[in-house]
Nanobody
Framework: QVQLVESGGGLVQAGGSLRVSCAAS????????MAWFRQAPGKERDFVAG????????SYADSVKGRFTISRDNAKNTVYLQMNELKPEDTAVYYC??????????????????WGQGTQVTVSS
């Protein structure tokens, strides 16, 4: 089992930056693909960014390309999402997820085996 705990969410003004983190316990993350999804009120859960087990492959939703960066530190069993130039439409609960198919970065929620509880990110205009 893998437990994922997100942190770093909060309230930020439009144009600002925020970094959310995901710390894992139970197993090492070094063999897992990791990703971030987000869900705004009344909307579906959407893929934001993903990274392969080695960090050699990343993928981003078009809406966040050039603004968000996903990274990982396998020694610390932690994944990060750096969010710059935040917009009100980035407001959502952000979820950290892990997949045992470490080579594959997928944008499909049901391809991920483990989910965190989520952290709220609110961007004010």
């Amino acid at each position: 089992q893998v437990q994922l705990v997100e942190s770093g969410g909060g309230l930020v003004q439009a144009g600002g930056s925020l970094r959310v983190s995901c710390a894992a316990s139970g197993r090492t993350l070094s063999s897992f693909a990791m990703a971030w999804f987000r869900q705004a009120p009344g909307k579906e859960r959407d893929f934001v960014a993903g990274i392969s087990w080695s960090g050699g492959s990343t993928s981003y939703a078009d809406s966040v390309k050039g603004r968000f960066t996903i990274s990982r530190d396998n020694a610390k069993n932690t994944v990060y999402l750096q969010m710059n130039e935040l917009k009100p439409e980035d407001t959502a609960v952000y979820y950290c997820v892990a997949s045992g198919r470490g080579w594959k970065v997928s944008g499909t929620p049901n391809e991920y085996d483990y989910w965190g509880q989520g952290t709220q990110v609110t961007v004010s205009s």
